[in-house]
């Protein structure tokens, strides 16, 4: 187990996953953070990330984009009911879904995590500590570090594209009536603009499609530019305490 940094003034969370690399660590990095919260590392890579309260709809994710129906969807809820990673389980050793395309969704949840809690410091490195929720192909931290930044600037960049400057959480959206252009006509951008029918926050979106906070700015943009969406007056609502829609939601007050 490698030695954890002080937290100082310049604290980076991915300096200390550095370390945990040059030591290929395997457990538990506990976190400092808001709400409790772990990453865990297989040789000094990162695979899985846990924030208590934080517990994405995978089953909604896939029944959005159009991979299980709306029947497959309540037979896994059924199968599991209230653990959307033994849904995942089910879905993936029925053969519905391929392994490879759950991997890519525990690594955007791996990711938004991550990101979140880059300003935390460890508690301290649990040796052996496993887990088998959420799990994604271990992340070595040099790529990791790379992708957190073009993704952060990518969102910025975005964002700011749709002529926005206040903070995502704070922000809702509403349909604005108008027919999808078939340039946007894709099964996860409908239920998107299906669910702003009334005035609805990106977290909110993310916390009933599974989707990232990244992927619904980016789509809600695309539907601020065809002019299928607006900004509305709305203020956004919350998830019930102790709980987040996405794990970024852990740095902002509950208003």
Known sequence: MANVLQHGSDFDLVNILEQQQEARTTGRLALVAPAPASLYL???????????????????????????????????????PDDHAQQARLVVLDGTVPVEELNTIYLEYLLSAVEALRPYTPSGIVDATVTDIRCAIPVEV??????????????????????????IGRVTFSASGADITPELDMPIVRGVLALLARPMSADE??????????????????LLQAGLASRASAKPAMPAADQWWTPEQINEPRK
């Open 205 to 222: 979106i993310a916390g009933l499609t599974g989707l990232s906070r990244a992927e619904v700015v980016h789509i809600v943009a695309a």
């Open 42 to 80: 297989y040789r000094g890579c990162v695979y899985s990330a846990k924030v208590e309260g934080w517990d994405p709809d995978v089953i909604a994710r896939l029944q959005l984009a159009g991979r299980l129906s709306a029947e497959q969807a309540a037979h896994y809820r059924a199968e599991a």
């Open 142 to 167: 040099g790529p990791l570090r790379e992708t957190l930044r073009v993704r952060a600037h990518r969102g910025e960049s975005t964002w700011s594209a749709v002529g926005l400057t206040d903070p």
